[in-house]
């Protein structure tokens, strides 16, 4: 086997070693995956699972806790709680803040899903996709599959791994919320989604609906037409339901009135507490990457208390939205647009309300030519620039060569009401394209356990 496993941790290591000499190389595909969840991520699964300190994913949690509760508290740190001063600092078109601003709530719902590189000091925040329409809740069927394979099962008994299942971990705070709200233990979670997305996602919504129906929960699917009020209860199909996941944002909303005036029936619901949504359309104020230029750029104007500083210099890579003027970068003051033609392959660009990875220009992997056109195209204020991160390495081994490539691995790590919600990893080949975007033939995923590393030290 080519490759240095000896760079990994204790774990990683061993897990190397009974490769070699055994069967647990094969484990990933010997374990009994659902049917829904082979049909969505089969052909993209890594051939094992990373593995964490449990010490070091607490910090994680900690530290994202931490950075949603400054998150969501800027546009009143900074703008004295006027979302349209907010809402101008990070591109967002005015009409779609007077739309967002009837659901600001000082204490939005702490849930999303926080995708993460790891280098050699830590984590570094990519984006933090803040909204119950985050992919990846289903993928924790992969951990569990896994855990039935009697190889890795030992191998996990020998190391005390542990994982926390994303879907129970959901299913018990959706039982929380609804006996709180008087509807009993046991509710109905519906998808609703719009303008046929719920078609798109069909794979992931049919592999949500088995791993919850398989932990005791109905989950229906469907989309805004759909919902209608009726004796006090919210219905969708003609069925009640307790909770809804919005997979509809405001720009659906924006750009059609007439399902505007038909989710009316959810938001005087969820107003009324007689529906519970799970995340409401503020939330697009914080999932918008505008907010990390606006924190990493307030971290050197004074903002911020110590703690808070630290926070964000572990946390956060140096970011700005683009725009004109100056900024200060490394101590100094420079002009944002000269110091981002001039520094191409230490950048990247990305759109501030864009996901999956679309339009995202890495400046390392275009010509000074094409980077230079590139930002005379980002229209200020909807694009922020960021500086590279440089991912740590992970060995992956081929079962049929036995044969180790090097992956650069982004993790996806839950944040929820209760903390840590669990987590799962995207990988690309280091030397391929670095951008992680929706659609890449080359991705592949896998999921992640934690080890008690004064355990394996010892």
């Avoid at 647990?24 to 993209?44: G, I, N, Q, T, Y």
């Avoid at 697009?284 to 971290?299: F, P």
């Avoid at 501030?352 to 195209?377: H, K, M, P, T, Y």
């Avoid at 490539?405 to 903390?419: D, H, K, Y």
Wanted: proline letters at 5%; charged letters at 30%; glycine letters at 10%.
């Amino acid at each position: 086997m080519s490759g240095d496993p000896s760079t990994g941790d204790a774990v990683t290591r061993a897990y190397f070693e009974a490769c070699e000499t055994g069967d647990l190389a094969e484990a990933v595909w010997k374990a009994p995956f659902p049917r829904s969840f082979r049909d969505l991520w089969w052909d993209r699964l890594l051939a094992r699972p990373l593995f964490i300190p449990e010490a070091e994913m607490n910090r994680l949690v900690d530290d994202l806790g931490a950075y949603f509760d400054l998150l969501v508290d800027l546009p009143e740190r900074l703008f004295g709680g006027d979302l349209h001063q907010y809402g101008e600092a990070v591109g967002m078109a005015r009409p779609r803040v007077e739309l967002l601003s009837r659901f600001h709530s000082t204490s939005p719902t702490r849930f999303g899903r926080a995708d993460l590189y790891r280098d050699g000091d830590g984590f570094k925040l990519l984006e933090f996709n803040v909204a119950s329409d985050v992919g990846g809740i289903e993928y924790s069927e992969f951990n569990r599959s896994l855990m039935e394979v009697p190889v890795f099962e030992d191998f996990a008994a020998g190391f005390g791994l542990s994982h926390v299942h994303t879907g129970k971990h959901l299913a018990s705070l959706w039982r929380e919320a609804a006996a709180r709200a008087g509807r009993g233990t046991e509710p109905t979670v519906a998808v609703i989604g719009a303008n046929g997305n719920t078609r798109t996602l069909e794979k992931l919504l049919v592999a949500m609906q088995e791993m919850m129906a398989r932990l005791g929960v109905p989950m229906r699917v469907g989309e805004i037409p759909q919902v209608r009020s009726r004796g006090g209860r919210v219905e969708l199909n003609g069925e009640p339901i307790d909770i809804v996941l919005r997979f509809f944002t405001v720009d659906d909303l924006w750009d059609d009135p007439e399902l505007l005036s038909r989710a009316e029936v959810l938001f005087h619901a969820h107003e009324e507490d007689r529906v519970l949504l799970w995340t409401t359309l503020d939330s697009s104020l914080y999932s918008n990457k505008g907010a990390m230029g606006l924190i990493s750029r307030a971290r050197s104007e004074g903002a911020f208390s110590d703690r808070e500083l630290a926070l964000v210099d572990r946390l956060l890579p140096w970011s700005r939205v683009l725009g004109r003027g100056t900024t200060r970068c490394d101590g100094e003051e420079v002009d944002l647009f000269e110091y981002c033609r001039a520094n191409r392959a230490d950048l990247v660009l990305k759109p501030n309300q864009g996901f999956g990875g679309q339009d995202v220009i890495a400046g390392w992997e275009v010509s000074d030519r094409e980077w230079r056109e590139r930002l005379a195209r980002c229209r200020e204020q909807d694009w922020i620039v960021q500086r590279r991160v440089v991912p740590r390495e992970d060995d992956i081994v081929d079962v049929g060569t036995r044969e180790s490539r090097r992956w650069a691995s982004t993790w996806g790590v839950f944040l929820t009401p209760a903390g840590y919600g669990g987590s799962m990893v995207r990988g690309l080949p280091v030397d391929g394209p670095t951008v992680l975007y929706f659609g890449n033939r080359d991705a592949r995923s896998t999921g992640v356990f934690t080890y008690p590393e004064a355990e394996i030290c010892a």
